[in-house]
Every structure is written in structure tokens, then in C-alpha cells.
């Protein structure tokens, strides 16, 4: 449990950063290095002395570079107990010296997943050699030094220099990186895996990510929190960047992931789109031709919830939408891009934060979606179907109008990203009533009309919103009560699953009501 001394470390690395000046650091304290491949040629070409890797074993590299570091004297030299007399002997029977330092980093697997390589490729990229090395190097921590990344070399030569070796404590922090660099090496091979052969139930499942950022807190002061990145590309939160304004907060992220998925459903070339969400939830929605007019009507729904909210765009900001977003307090805008112009004037309130995804989310994309429960994770492919997808029926007398129908689309859309029972009132492209998250469907219509009545007072209208709009519901009617109340609020038109029990009796009350009803077949529920 003390500082260890390095006589010899062996290096050998994929991502050569740095490599160079560690190598020259470690030789400059006597250390021994043994190197293999494309790193012993950098740090030979550099003029520092290093052994070959067969030299060490009395073997060459063979198959392709597969069997190089996967032999006794490697292994031996990592994972002998130094006090232990046993090991001793063995070492010096089979001619085993120790190796004190390893710096190993792995084939990039993820990359060559993420670049689209065929299979083939992508299994020639699964390193066996580099994690063996490394758990062997971590197990055997009490006596040896693992680096898996190259931002750790500074501290390591740094360590040397002050205390001629490696503290423990430091040798501790370093296998457990090893660790779990290893494990969520494995877990990106084995989620690739499945989804190449089509195995969505495999056994076991792992997910990882790497760290971009520790937060000040989570969801609450008291909490703990951290930001890690999966490698996906998919343009998002996680791949965006961040142009100004303060770091962002977990319920940040949370909120701006909800409203640029949202805002993602909608094709730029077709349509402007403003999403404006609080607590992963829209308090506003608007499309139209241009996005200051989108914003505009977005705020309308429900400006008193928009104040500390998330802005999310489909297109470029430009300037006159920039100038309207700044005169509420907005924790964050998201969009694609943004015109100089719009910098500058989001530039002005330099708390706000800009971020800039270089396109929007493919909606249809497949993936998985992950949640924690007491004892273990619920998985499930992301819900990646819209109302688009869906071959629409008419059950009503009444017909919706061209108007009416693409409102109604709208408003299906809408409910797909608002939390479960979600009521959506939509009218002239824009939402005018957003009832989340309410135990009760007919709670969920009260709410959001009433709200509407607010909304219509603060915009100096007589009367609700609501009056003349259509409807989404996220999940079929379970009795006629929750279309009664739309019905009261004003709607015209309902657009919903389907599907109850009670189907014919929710049908019979739009009838009765004068109002038309479309049936998609399909709900979207969000928790």
C-alpha cells in the first residue's frame, strides 16, 4: 500500500497522444519501456530506447497482430504478487520479469461502429489483447500502474518526479478508470451486437458513457449528478455546442433534450417550428412560415409558464426571433444554427445559453431508451413512430376540414412528447390549451382550458383558446366524460388512439356533439 517504484512499463496504444512526451518522461527516470507495433516505431523514431514486445516474450507477433501481447511473460510480469514467495519462484523458474506501468488504450470499436463499417470490420476492431493487459495491470493494482487515458500521463510522470513511483491512492484511481473503460468498451460491443443479429432480449445488458461533465447538483441541491456522453451522433444535447451562457444544469438538460425531440418531428423545408418547454413538458407549440411567427404563437398558449423555460427551434436563428426569445427569461435555446446577427443579440444576456446542434434528430431513427427502477433498468426501443406513420379513420358523421386535419396532425404530435394523460388544443397551427400529466383524462381537458381562459385574458381576448380548436389525446377515452369536456372548452374536432372498450359510446358522443373524430390506432404514453 505504498508508493511503487516503475522499473519497466509497456506501451502500447491505439490513440498515440501524447505518447511521445510520456515515453520521454518515463525514459528520462530510467525506466525500461517495451513497446509493440505502431507505438514502438513512434517512440523509436522519437530516439528513445525501447525493446520490441517479442523480444520480451521470444515470440513475433503473428495472425495479423492478434497474438502479441497475450503470453506469460506479459501476463506473469502483471500479475504477480511481488511479496508473495510462490510467485517469486515462478517468475525466476520461467524467467518472468515485472512490469510495473502499463498505458493501454483499446482498438476504436465505437468509432468504426459510428462510420458505418460492415460487420466484418467492426469485429476485426474488438480489441482482446489491449483489455486483457488492462484488467490484468488493474487486478494487480497493489503493485502495478494502469493508464488507459492519455490525459492521465501529466499526473503519472508528475507522481514519479516528486516520489520516485506511484502512490497507491493514485494507482487505485487509475484501475478503476481501467475498469471501467473496459466495461463500457464490452458493453458498446454487446449492444452493437444485438442489434446487429436482431436479439433484443439478450440476457444481460450494460450501458456506458464517459464523462463530459460533473454537475453542481441533480434534480435537487441534495442530489448528485453527472452529465455522460454514449457516443451517439445522433445531433442532440449530447453532441451540441455550446456557444455562451452559464454551464448547463440537470434539469437543463433533461428539459432541452424534451424540447429539441419535440421540435425534431418537424421538416424545416416544410414548416418553421418553436417548441417552448418547463419541466420536460410544452407550455407551447406553434408552426407557421417563419419562426418568429412560430415563437409568437408559441408563447401565446401559456406565457406565464414560458418565463425560465427551454426554446427550441427547427431552423436557424435569426435576428428578429432572437430579439423576441430575449425579451422573456429563457434558460436556453436550442437550434440547428444560428445567424451571427442572432449571436450577437443572444450575446447581450450573458447568462442565456445558446446551443447550436448542426441539424435536428432524426425522429424515425430506432435506438433504446433507459429508466431506473429499484433493482434494475426498464428498457425499450425509442418511441420513434409519429401520426404521420398512421392510416387515419373517421368515425364521426362529421368530417374534419382540410383546416381542421392538419391541426389535428399538429396537435398528435404534439401529445407524442407531453407527459401522460395529455390533452393537446390546437388551433390555426398553433397549440392554444396543453393539459400533462393529470391522473384523470378529463382533469388533463379541464386543466388545459382552464389555463386557456388565462392565456386569452393576458393576449386581451374575450373568452378561452380553446373555443374552435381541435384535439389530440395521447391515449384513447376510457368513457365519454374526457370528450364532454372538450367539447365544453370548444374543440371541433378530436383526434385519438382509439381502442376502449367504450369506443362506440365516445363516437356516439361526437355525433351527438356535432364534432368530428379521427382514429390513428396508435397511443403514445410518456411517463
Not at 502512490?167 to 487505485?172: E, G, N, T
Not at 442565456?352 to 431506473?372: C, E, F, I, N
Amino acid at each position: 500500500m505504498e508508493t511503487v517504484k516503475i522499473t519497466r512499463a509497456l506501451l502500447s496504444v491505439f490513440d498515440k497522444s501524447g505518447m511521445t512526451d510520456f515515453a520521454r518522461g518515463l525514459s528520462d527516470a530510467g525506466i525500461e519501456l517495451v513497446s509493440t507495433g505502431g507505438t514502438h516505431k513512434l517512440i523509436s523514431d522519437s530516439g528513445l530506447p525501447v525493446r520490441e514486445i517479442s523480444e520480451l516474450t521470444g515470440f513475433p507477433e503473428m495472425m495479423d497482430g492478434r497474438v502479441k501481447t497475450l503470453h506469460p511473460k506479459v501476463h506473469g510480469g502483471l500479475l504477480a504478487v511481488r511479496d508473495n514467495p510462490d510467485h517469486k519462484a515462478s517468475m525466476d523458474a520461467h524467467e518472468i520479469g515485472p512490469i510495473d506501468l502499463v498505458a493501454v488504450n483499446l482498438y476504436p470499436f465505437e468509432k468504426t461502429v459510428a462510420s458505418g463499417a460492415s460487420y466484418d470490420d467492426i469485429i476485426e476492431n474488438i480489441d482482446i489483447g489491449g483489455p486483457a493487459m488492462v484488467r490484468s495491470a488493474a487486478k494487480n493494482h497493489a503493485f502495478v500502474t494502469v493508464v488507459v487515458d492519455p490525459a492521465d500521463y501529466p499526473a503519472i510522470l508528475a507522481a514519479i518526479a516528486e516520489t520516485g513511483g506511484v502512490p497507491y491512492a493514485l494507482r487505485q484511481r487509475l484501475a478503476a478508470k481501467a475498469y471501467a473503460r473496459t466495461a463500457a468498451y464490452d458493453s458498446a460491443i454487446s449492444t452493437w451486437f444485438a442489434k446487429a443479429i436482431d436479439y433484443p432480449e439478450i440476457p444481460y445488458r450494460s450501458f456506458a458513457g464517459s464523462l463530459r461533465e460533473v454537475m453542481r447538483y441533480g434534480e435537487n441541491p441534495h442530489q448528485w449528478a453527472g452529465f455522460y456522453a454514449n457516443g451517439d451522433t445522433r445531433p442532440g444535447v449530447a453532441t451540441a455546442k455550446q456557444v455562451q451562457g452559464k454551464t448547463l444544469s440537470y434539469n437543463n438538460i433533461n428539459d432541452t433534450d424534451a424540447a429539441f425531440e419535440l421540435v425534431s418531428e418537424f421538416d424545416p423545408a416544410t414548416v418553421a417550428a418553436v417548441a417552448i418547454i418547463k419541466h420536460a413538458n410544452p407550455c407551447g407549440v406553434a408552426v407557421a412560415g417563419d419562426l418568429l411567427t412560430a415563437y409568437k404563437n408559441a408563447l401565446r398558449t401559456d406565457p406565464v409558464s414560458a418565463f425560465g423555460g427551454i426554446v427550441a427551434l427547427n431552423r436557424e436563428l435569426d435576428a428578429a426571433t432572437a430579439t423576441e426569445i430575449v425579451k422573456v427569461f429563457t434558460e436556453v435555446i436550442v437550434a440547428p444554427s444560428a445567424t451571427p446577427e442572432a449571436e450577437a443579440i443572444i450575446a447581450a444576456k450573458k447568462n442565456l445559453r445558446l446551443l447550436l446542434t448542426g441539424g435536428l434528430a432524426d425522429p424515425k431513427a430506432d435506438g433504446l431508451t433507459v429508466r431506473s427502477v429499484a433493482g434494475g433498468l426498464l428498457v425499450q426501443t425509442r418511441d420513434n413512430r409519429n401520426v404521420d406513420d398512421n392510416e387515419l379513420r373517421v368515425v364521426t358523421k362529421k368530417q374534419p376540414t382540410d383546416a381542421e386535419m392538419a391541426d389535428l396532425r399538429l396537435a398528435a404530435k404534439v401529445a407524442k412528447h407531453v407527459k401522460s394523460n395529455a390533452i393537446i388544443y390546437v388551433k390555426d397551427g398553433a397549440t392554444v390549451g396543453i393539459g400533462a400529466g393529470q391522473m384523470s383524462r378529463v382533469d388533463s381537458a379541464r386543466v388545459a382550458h382552464r389555463k386557456s381562459i388565462d392565456a386569452a385574458e393576458a393576449a386581451g381576448i374575450t373568452g378561452a383558446l380553446t373555443q374552435g380548436s381541435v384535439v389530440a389525446s395521447d391515449a384513447f377515452f376510457p368513457f365519454a366524460d374526457g370528450l364532454e369536456a372538450l367539447v365544453a372548452a370548444g374543440a371541433t374536432a378530436v383526434i385519438q388512439p382509439g381502442g376502449s372498450m367504450r369506443d362506440d359510446e365516445v363516437i356516439a358522443a361526437a355525433d351527438a356533439a356535432g364534432i368530428a373524430m379521427v382514429v390513428t390506432g396508435m397511443r403514445h404514453f410518456r411517463h
